[in-house]
């Protein structure tokens, strides 16, 4: 199919090469204003200023106006939880009344609730929840998006969320990366015996995952009370001899040595950095490590957000991301992050546009296919409400300005 979108107020990110920005390029949006866009067969195939459209550009009779519209390509969304059998809504009410951790876990909270009630959940039941959240993140304008294991902790649960990413992303229209995190806690089980799980990982789980190719990369939850530095080390290692790239949760709750270890592995991605010092910055500056941040756990869980302008300033490569879970970001809306990490982090909307498509996309090693504006790539695309500025966007956090999302070029509601 051609369809012909016409009258763009502002076509957003248009790029011609793939580079992953920093610093001053981060602030940058390229844009064609009063711009048409060519999508053949799912492709981006051309685009241009509406004084100069060809003639047999505008002979194609399946029309899109866009007239007072903006186009933006579609949210990368590069760290999620996306799978999980349960909500923890109770857990929410309990901590607003001062319960402790031990009290929520004993009243069903916490990580390893969620891995009770997944391990006794379906995994047809389990693939039909996690499709249905896939198919509100698509409309709300995530266009990629990575999912995470982590609610198993047991052989049989890993592969059993695993094997429910694999088949989202057999029959999602949209690119899904899956990454192994079998190291997120420590089953009840090995409460007294790390290393016997962390042997469990890497022994059982990992060979079957490599064999059955259920994941692209491997992650491991650097905190103190939960995986060590050396423990992090030894465990992305044993995923790096698979071919698993680490993508790795560090320095949420402290300085938990997780940024230097993913560098010092050529990490993909090194995220959440809520607790960062001066060396950390400069570590995660000097590396082709991309920074994650992800301001709507940090908001949730009442902390202290991520330095954004501090890691940005130093020449970080940053992205932005959900965190979509239960525990922690019950919302996979990337509208609402950008604008967050516009109003509490200081990231001008350019800067968090970009963190949120193209250094996202980088984040997932999808560069090529998503995230920007540019020939080749595919066409998924949010198409806004009339709105007067980019800048508009944030601003009017909690709006819902979108009017429409094409996904290979075909409108997401008639999918
Ligand atoms: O990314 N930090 C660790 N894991 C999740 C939250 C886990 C949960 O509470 O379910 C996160 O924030
Ligand atoms: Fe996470």
Redesign the pocket.
Known sequence: MQTLVKNIKQLVNVREENILLRKEQLAELPSIYNAWLFIDNGIIAEYGSMEHIPDAISKITHIIDATYKMILPTWCDSHT?LVFAAPREAEFVDKIKGLSYAEIAAKGG??LN?AAKLNAMSEDELYRLAKQRLNEVIRLGTGAIEIKSGYGLSVEGELKMLRVIKKLKEQSSIPIKSTFLGA?TYPSAFKENHQGYIDLIIDEMLPIIAKEKLADYIDV?CEYGFFSAEETKTICEAGMRYGLKPKI?AN?LNLSGGVETGVALGALSVD?LETMDENTINTLATSNTIGTL?PT?AFFLRMAFQPARKLIDAGCAIALAT?F?????PSGNMNLMVAMSCIQMKMLPEEAINAATINGAFAMELQNEVGSITKGKKANLIITKPIPSIAYLPYSFGSNLIDEVLINGVSYSCL
């Open positions: 939880h916490g990580i969620s997120h939850f949760h949420q959440h992800l756990a965190d879970n239960p525990g922690s970001s």
